[in-house]
């Protein structure tokens, strides 16, 4: 039997496909985990600046061992570069560009995502659990599109794309885009529709592993 | 004549009271004043509430200020991180409060702490269990929470350069809560790098004027966290 977890796209294929859909010019932010990989897939022709919201416009590629600074950390921590041309700023500027909806597009990793684009990706609200929020909060209230990347189900097998999350909510209705190994899902107000899916994976596959009702564009010969 | 410039660290935090607010500058290992967090836990103020976006890592900086005992309270956006074992431990075991607080709300609330706005209305939170008990108003068609200013008693803020008027500079990703922090106490404390004449600092270039840092002490080779967790340190040693 085909494990749900283990095929279609890699996480850099998943990435990839993120990639793809930045345009030129845009100002993004990418969350912790699989969307920091988006950066190295974004087509040479295009010019995208990656905000950190730890202060930076303008982060680069990791740097050589030789050449890190951990004053100089994207909000994983992890030591980065800044690109030229990049700029530093203070945590409430930081978030004048997130709340403010000036950042384009921020890729974020998720535990839930409901039929409506509710996003639930701080906490599992276990009682033991240390609750810990970042500025998830923050980008899902204010960039002007919010796409998310995760792997399509649990490692148990459980859905995460669900009619009505279970888990503590990051914010109501705002994803945009769901890109999973399996498929890419347009959430719509009428409903989930397939954009595209991965390598010998079948629609009905995808509906099997997903708690919502999907749906077909018409004229999505991709999906035939 | 102004001079803020302080020669000792221990100097620096001797004023700091029990049962003070105080601000913790830093994201992570990234401008956090760890000499200055030293001093305080050398000095021993207790009950102190801490607003810093973590809650440190291993056994030194603000994790070793944690782990003895002297803060009741954390207001912070992330209490867990890689290496960060005692916050979560006296979390555990209810001997630590967290108020717990998202990261752009967080930086909101001690910008307006520090410029004169009591409260302001945010939409980040709305409908999650952060927003829970606060005042809500829907404003241009979008719901808000209502969330307060904080202001501290004093805040503890690492930075690059300074001068004895306390205007500061700062380095690259390190810079993260130091400027607003500064302006959200009554009394900021700022560790520095280098003391410059006065007059060296480009004034179009300085990140924090000097009205809004009180002491400023020179501290030429920081030490690194991560490097002290890497060798198992604890303070005190």
Same mark, same amino acid.
């Given at each position: 039997m085909l494990d749900a977890t283990q095929i279609g796209w890699s996480r850099e294929e998943m990435a990839q496909k993120v990639a793809i859909d930045i345009p030129d010019g845009s100002y993004v932010n990418l969350g912790i985990g699989i969307p920091e990989l988006v950066a190295d897939f974004v087509p040479e022709d295009r010019e995208v600046i990656y905000q950190t919201e730890n202060g930076l416009l303008g982060m680069g590629k990791a740097p050589s061992k030789e050449e890190e600074d951990r004053e100089l950390v994207n909000a994983g921590k992890k030591c980065i570069s800044a690109i030229s041309g990049a700029s530093y700023f203070h945590h409430a500027d930081s978030f004048a560009m997130i709340r403010g909806g000036h950042i384009d597009i921020c890729v974020l990793g998720a535990m839930q995502i409901s039929k409506n684009g509710d996003l639930a990706n701080w906490s599992t609200g276990a009682k033991d659990a240390i609750p810990a929020v970042g500025g998830a909060m923050d980008l899902v209230a204010g960039v002007k599109r919010i796409f998310v990347i995760t792997k399509h189900i649990t490692k148990k097998g459980v859905p995460k794309i669900i009619n009505d999350c279970t888990f503590p909510l990051t914010g109501k209705n705002v994803v945009e885009r769901i890109y999973t190994n399996l498929a890419i899902i347009d959430i719509k107000e009428d409903g989930l529709f397939i954009k595209e899916l991965a390598p010998n994976v079948k629609f009905d596959f995808v509906q099997k592993h997903t708690e919502v009702t999907l749906f077909q564009y018409e004229n999505n010969k991709n999906l035939l | 004549m102004i001079d803020k410039q302080i020669n000792s660290s221990k100097k620096?935090?001797?004023?700091?009271?029990?049962?003070?607010?105080?601000? $913790?500058?830093?994201?992570?290992?990234?401008?956090s004043p760890i000499e200055l967090i030293h001093a305080l836990i050398d000095q021993?103020? &207790?009950?102190?509430?801490?607003?810093?976006?973590?809650?440190?890592?291993? =056994?030194v900086g603000l994790a070793a200020l944690i782990e003895n005992k %002297? $803060?009741?309270?954390?207001?912070?956006?992330?209490?867990?991180?890689?290496?960060?074992?005692?916050? !979560?431990?006296?979390? &555990?075991?209810? +001997?630590?409060?967290?108020?717990? $607080?998202? %990261?752009?709300?967080?930086?909101?609330?001690?910008?307006?702490?520090g410029a004169g706005i009591p409260a302001f209305f945010t939409p980040t939170s709305v409908n999650t269990p952060l927003a829970e008990g606060k005042e809500s108003r829907i404003i241009n068609g979008t719901e808000n929470v209502l969330e307060y200013a904080?202001?501290? +008693?004093?805040?503890?803020?690492?930075?690059?350069?300074? +001068?004895?008027?306390?205007?500061?500079?700062?380095?690259?990703?390190?810079?993260?809560?130091g400027p607003i922090m500064c302006t959200a106490a009554n009394v900021s404390i700022v560790q520095t790098k280098q003391i410059v004449e006065i007059g060296e600092l480009n004034p179009?270039?300085? $990140?924090?004027?000097?009205?809004?840092?009180?002491?400023?002490?020179?501290?030429?080779?920081?030490? =690194?966290?991560?490097?002290?967790?890497?060798? %198992?340190?604890?303070? !005190?040693?």
């Open positions: - | 620096a935090v001797s004023e700091i009271f029990d049962g003070a607010t105080v601000m $913790v500058g830093g994201f992570g290992e990234a401008g021993g103020a &207790r009950n102190l509430t801490v607003v810093s976006n973590n809650t440190g890592s291993g =056994h %002297q $803060v009741k309270k954390m207001i912070c956006s992330f209490p867990r991180t890689a290496n960060s074992m005692v916050f !979560p431990e006296l979390y &555990r075991n209810r +001997d630590i409060e967290l108020e717990l $607080v998202p %990261q752009g709300t967080l930086a909101e609330r001690i910008r307006a702490g904080i202001k501290a +008693d004093y805040s503890l803020v690492k930075c690059h350069k300074a +001068d004895r008027y306390g205007n500061l500079i700062y380095h690259k990703t390190a810079r993260n809560f179009e270039e300085i $990140v924090t004027p000097g009205i809004f840092v009180k002491k400023v002490v020179e501290i030429t080779n920081p030490a =690194h966290e991560s490097e002290l967790v890497a060798k %198992q340190m604890k303070y !005190p040693c």
